[in-house]
């Protein structure tokens, strides 16, 4: 245990001290880029935070391979996972970084998410079978082709999944470190009862992905001063995705007289600890093909939109997704503890759907989205305002719609010229 707080503490540290130097660099070489329309934040901000949560992984990484159990395991397990996560983890960074610094097709960017997996699969972190219970038909092996074919499949949907959910200053960080702790959770409470690289391969990796998100986090909740940019959203979005593929590789038999719930949680756990990013990209992708358009084209229709639109503030609408990613992930860890049937996952769901309800609670009480009135003491200092720019006027606009000057008659001038007039006010002597 004291091993894994160390590497997240390492890795924390590293990507905290980073985020700085990063930032001047991103400053100085114009990975700033304007606000746009669907954006909402009104100040240009730099990006290529994830080059600072490259190192924070890298640091981790070295560290956990110098530790004594950690070190070990991750020395006998399947494969080389330390120099894996590093390669694959430098390929999607150099991907991010181009797109976030001069732009990139959507097609060369899937190109890269697909190389990055690839170094995963040749490296043999991949899915060798599929668990199942013995009354389902027990596990189901893999050839290597079909093997490979999934796990490159799972890393990219993981990957554009996070993707797609940075949109909130703090938001992809905040959920993708609720995953890593659902994971690790789950990893440790695996141990208690069986031993095997794979699972302390799993939880090493999640205890750095906590501490690069933690370390990044400072610099990132609103008001950002730094975003990470597709640059750190596929790279996190990797190392989650290595993390649940490392830790599926488990014999069911060995676990079967335990729950069914553990036999069949490496497939619902991704699906619990991603149910945010993939309800969004899910969604988004349906709205853009049924309007004809590219399932890649921007928008301005995610979760995170809709809620600041009921009238959250941005904070708020943080901090709802994030309890909403809690309950999902945690609970199904929770049954997996206790010994559930697996008709209980659905009680799960509706749960956090309540939830979410309660918390949209602005809808009922503004009208037409508009935010309800602060009550006494209920202040929510949330810097910045977000939304939508107000337009730059050019200098003869701005001159026509100054306050005319001249009295009255140049009141009366400015009306019959059709401009707005407003009204003057009396200087102090």
């Given at each position: 245990?004291?091993?894994?707080l160390?590497?997240?503490?390492?890795?924390?540290?590293?990507?905290?001290?980073?985020?700085?130097?990063v930032?001047?660099?991103?400053?100085?070489?114009?990975?700033?880029?304007?606000?746009?329309?669907?954006?909402?934040?009104?100040?240009?901000?730099?990006r290529?935070?994830?080059?600072?949560?490259?190192?924070?992984?890298?640091?981790?990484?070295?560290?956990?391979?110098?530790?004594?159990?950690?070190?070990?395991?991750?020395?006998?397990?399947?494969?080389?996972?330390?120099?894996?996560?590093?390669?694959?983890?430098?390929?999607?960074?150099?991907?991010?970084?181009?797109?976030?610094?001069?732009?990139?097709?959507?097609?060369?960017?899937?190109?890269?998410?697909?190389?990055?997996?690839?170094?995963?699969?040749?490296?043999?972190?991949?899915l060798?079978?599929?668990?199942?219970?013995?009354?389902?038909?027990?596990?189901?092996?893999?050839?290597?082709?079909?093997?490979?074919?999934?796990?490159?499949?799972?890393?990219?949907?993981?990957?554009?999944?996070?993707?797609?959910?940075?949109?909130?200053?703090?938001?992809?960080?905040?959920?993708?470190?609720?995953?890593?702790?659902?994971?690790?959770?789950?990893?440790?409470?695996?141990?208690?009862?069986?031993?095997?690289?794979?699972?302390?391969?799993?939880a090493a990796?999640?205890?750095?992905?906590?501490?690069?998100?933690?370390?990044?986090?400072?610099?990132?909740?609103?008001?950002?001063?730094?975003?990470?940019?597709?640059?750190?959203?596929?790279?996190?979005?990797?190392?989650?995705?290595?993390?649940i593929?490392?830790?599926?590789?488990?014999?069911?038999?060995?676990?079967?007289?335990?729950n069914?719930?553990?036999?069949?949680?490496?497939?619902?756990?991704?699906?619990?600890?991603?149910?945010?990013?993939?309800?969004?990209?899910?969604?988004?992708?349906?709205?853009?093909?049924?309007?004809?358009?590219?399932?890649?084209?921007?928008?301005?229709?995610?979760?995170?939109?809709?809620?600041?639109?009921?009238?959250?503030?941005?904070?708020?609408?943080?901090?709802?997704?994030?309890?909403?990613?809690?309950?999902?992930?945690?609970?199904?860890?929770?049954?997996?503890?206790?010994?559930?049937?697996?008709?209980?996952?659905p009680?799960?769901?509706?749960?956090?759907?309540?939830?979410?309800?309660?918390?949209?609670?602005?809808?009922?009480?503004?009208?037409?989205?508009?935010?309800?009135?602060?009550?006494?003491?209920?202040?929510?200092?949330?810097?910045?305002?977000?939304?939508?720019?107000?337009?730059?006027?050019?200098?003869?606009?701005?001159?026509?719609?100054?306050?005319?000057?001249?009295?009255?008659?140049?009141?009366?001038?400015?009306?019959?010229?059709g401009?707005?007039?407003?009204?003057?006010?009396?200087?102090?002597?």
């Amino acid at each position: 245990m004291r091993e894994y707080l160390f590497m997240a503490l390492i890795a924390a540290a590293v990507t905290y001290l980073l985020v700085p130097l990063v930032r001047r660099f991103a400053i100085r070489i114009g990975a700033m880029p304007e606000v746009r329309e669907r954006d909402v934040h009104t100040t240009p901000t730099p990006r290529l935070g994830g080059l600072a949560m490259y190192g924070g992984l890298v640091a981790g990484l070295l560290v956990a391979n110098q530790l004594s159990h950690t070190g070990q395991a991750l020395k006998e397990s399947d494969g080389h996972p330390v120099v894996a996560l590093i390669v694959a983890g430098a390929l999607i960074t150099l991907t991010g970084f181009l797109d976030d610094w001069w732009g990139m097709d959507a097609f060369i960017k899937l190109g890269g998410q697909i190389a990055a997996a690839g170094v995963l699969v040749y490296s043999d972190l991949r899915l060798v079978y599929l668990p199942l219970p013995k009354d389902w038909g027990g596990s189901t092996s893999l050839d290597y082709t079909l093997s490979t074919v999934i796990t490159i499949l799972v890393v990219v949907v993981t990957i554009n999944a996070v993707n797609f959910v940075d949109g909130l200053d703090g938001l992809a960080a905040g959920i993708v470190c609720i995953a890593a702790m659902a994971t690790w959770a789950y990893s440790i409470f695996l141990s208690q009862s069986i031993s095997g690289t794979n699972i302390t391969t799993t939880a090493a990796i999640a205890s750095i992905l906590i501490g690069t998100c933690l370390g990044f986090l400072p610099h990132n909740f609103h008001p950002a001063k730094i975003f990470m940019g597709d640059t750190g959203a596929m790279l996190i979005g990797l190392v989650l995705a290595s993390s649940i593929v490392t830790v599926t590789p488990l014999d069911p038999a060995v676990i079967e007289d335990m729950n069914k719930v553990p036999v069949l949680l490496p497939l619902i756990l991704p699906a619990a600890v991603l149910v945010l990013p993939l309800v969004d990209l899910t969604t988004a992708v349906v709205r853009r093909t049924s309007q004809g358009l590219s399932p890649f084209a921007p928008d301005r229709g995610h979760l995170h939109h809709r809620l600041l639109d009921i009238g959250h503030s941005h904070r708020r609408s943080v901090l709802i997704m994030y309890a909403w990613a809690f309950i999902f992930a945690f609970g199904i860890v929770a049954l997996s503890t206790i010994g559930v049937p697996v008709l209980l996952f659905p009680v799960v769901i509706v749960l956090a759907v309540v939830v979410l309800v309660l918390m949209a609670a602005p809808r009922w009480r503004g009208r037409g989205g508009t935010p309800a009135a602060p009550r006494d003491g209920d202040h929510d200092d949330d810097g910045p305002p977000t939304g939508p720019m107000p337009p730059v006027l050019p200098e003869g606009e701005v001159r026509r719609r100054m306050p005319p000057s001249g009295g009255p008659a140049g009141q009366e001038r400015a009306s019959a010229e059709g401009n707005p007039v407003i009204p003057a006010f009396p200087r102090s002597s």
